[in-house]
């Protein structure tokens, strides 16, 4: 191995993996929701925040949508 390496002359290039790098967000949730994926994530010997993000995808590829009934006003 050598003590240096000249990369003075080395090509950049675009990092393959950018587009798939994970965007850090803030979002509020329920703290029973929080402790209903923390209990998951610990029977699955996962991170709860990786396992809401692949319930998330999961969403995402199944096309699921939400469906919100408001309650009626009178």
């Known amino acids: 191995m050598k003590a240096e390496y000249d ?12 587009s798939k790098l994970k965007k850090p ?6 703290e029973d929701v929080v402790v209903y994926f923390k209990r998951m994530a610990d029977e699955a010997g996962v991170p ?7 319930y998330l995808r999961d969403c ?3 096309n ?7 309650p009626q006003t009178a």
Do not use: C, F, G
């Open 64 to 70: 699921r949508k939400v469906n919100i009934n408001w």
């Open 25 to 30: 967000v803030t979002i509020r949730l329920s």
């Open 60 to 62: 995402l590829v199944q």
């Open 7 to 18: 990369l003075s002359k080395m090509k950049a290039r675009t990092n393959p993996y950018a």
């Open 48 to 54: 709860y925040q990786s396992l809401i993000n692949l």
